[in-house]
T-cell receptor
Framework: LAKTTQPISMDSYEGQEVNITCSHNNIATNDYITWYQQFPSQGPRFIIQGYKTKVTNEVASLFIPADRKSSTLSLPRVSLSDTAVYYCLVGGSNQAGTALIFGKGTTLSVSS | DGGITQSPKYLFRKEGQNVTLSCEQNLNHDAMYWYRQDPGQGLRLIYYSQIVNDFQKGDIAEGYSVSREKKESFPLTVTSAQKNPTAFYLC?????????????FGEGSRLTVL
């Protein structure tokens, strides 16, 4: 199972771009990289998912280098409401018995 | 609306009592998961199930039990053997094939042992 490492916390100001990097050195060939956002006392919410190169949706971009040993979640122009914990999840398989293990997450604090 | 429903949202129990947390999904997902979250901590996997009548232990299964008799339901029982059960419990589901790691979470159940 691929283990992930993220910074424990990050601080930013409103309007700035925030990049959160996740390290996953032993990622497997079939693994996808998925990022989640969690607010206090709520379940995590899917943000974005990718396998390689770059993926962009309406809220974020995900950059994955060719070796796939890391990934970077990019949040453009953050606002106060982006203050949350962000988790990087690596896993997924077409085979049965896949356990999806979360890392400790990155607490992002956005100030005005 | 499709989604995952966890109940109860808040639960109190006395030491030595078993308690069962409910998790129901109408997403037609094959796989379901239970995670535990302690204050300021990440999510730790308790049990997961890929298909009906089958489930696997996660990292912290001791003191917990599950069943998967129906595709829609994956209840978690916190037994008296769990030494420190006070925590926030999250249920999730995903497609089994392909299981890319896209999880859908419920809103959680907060258990407090008095």
């Amino acid at each position: 199972l691929a283990k992930t490492t993220q910074p424990i916390s990050m601080d930013s100001y409103e309007g700035q771009e925030v990049n959160i990097t996740c390290s996953h050195n032993n990622i497997a060939t079939n693994d996808y990289i998925t990022w989640y956002q969690q607010f206090p006392s709520q379940g995590p919410r899917f943000i974005i998912q990718g396998y390689k190169t770059k993926v962009t949706n309406e809220v974020a971009s995900l950059f994955i280098p060719a070796d796939r040993k890391s990934s970077t979640l990019s949040l453009p122009r953050v606002s106060l409401s982006d203050t949350a914990v962000y988790y990087c999840l690596v896993g997924g398989s077409n085979q049965a018995g896949t356990a999806l293990i979360f890392g400790k997450g990155t607490t992002l604090s956005v100030s005005s | 609306d499709g989604g995952i429903t966890q109940s109860p949202k808040y639960l109190f129990r006395k030491e030595g009592q078993n308690v069962t947390l409910s998790c129901e999904q109408n997403l037609n997902h094959d796989a379901m998961y239970w995670y535990r979250q302690d204050p300021g901590q990440g999510l730790r996997l308790i049990y997961y199930s890929q298909i009906v009548n089958d489930f696997q232990k996660g990292d912290i299964a001791e003191g917990y039990s599950v069943s998967r008799e129906k595709k829609e339901s994956f209840p978690l029982t916190v037994t008296s053997a769990q030494k420190n059960p006070t925590a926030f419990y999250l249920c999730a589901s995903s497609m089994r094939t392909p299981n890319t790691g896209e999880l859908f979470f419920g809103e959680g159940s907060r258990l407090t042992v008095l």
